[in-house]
């Protein structure tokens, strides 16, 4: 098993920076890629940004690159996305997601965290 608690989501005006963190706990993380999902009021779960914890190798999607970026921290097994530039359509539930790199189905998610970006 791997908990994964998310914090950091607030209320925030558009243009503005904020960062999200995941503190995971329970396994070793170099056996996962770890990465965040955004889910808006109406709208499915969407991917956003990953990260292979091994090795650090990223991934983003289209709609965040050069606006977001995902990182770790080995020493503190917590998970980062620090966002900037932000946008209205940005607002929604933030999660974390684990999922193992050696077995097929091995995978959670965090309780998510709130990001609400103002105009």
Not at 51 to 68: E, L, M, N, P, S
Not at 82 to 108: F, H, N, W
Request: charged share 20%; glycine share 10%; hydrophobic share 35%.
């Amino acid at each position: 098993q791997v908990q994964l608690v998310e914090s950091g989501g607030r209320l925030v005006q558009a243009g503005d920076s904020l960062s999200v963190s995941c503190a995971a706990s329970g396994r070793t993380l170099s056996r996962y890629r770890m990465g965040w999902f955004r889910q808006a009021p109406g709208k499915e779960r969407e991917f956003v940004a990953r990260i292979r914890w091994i090795d650090g190798f990223t991934d983003y999607a289209d709609f965040v690159k050069g606006r977001f970026t995902i990182s770790r921290d080995n020493a503190k097994n917590t998970l980062y996305l620090q966002m900037s530039r932000l946008k209205p359509e940005d607002t929604a539930v933030y999660y974390c997601m684990a999922s193992s790199i050696i077995t097929s189905g091995d995978q959670y998610w965090g309780q998510g965290t709130q990001v609400t970006v103002s105009s």
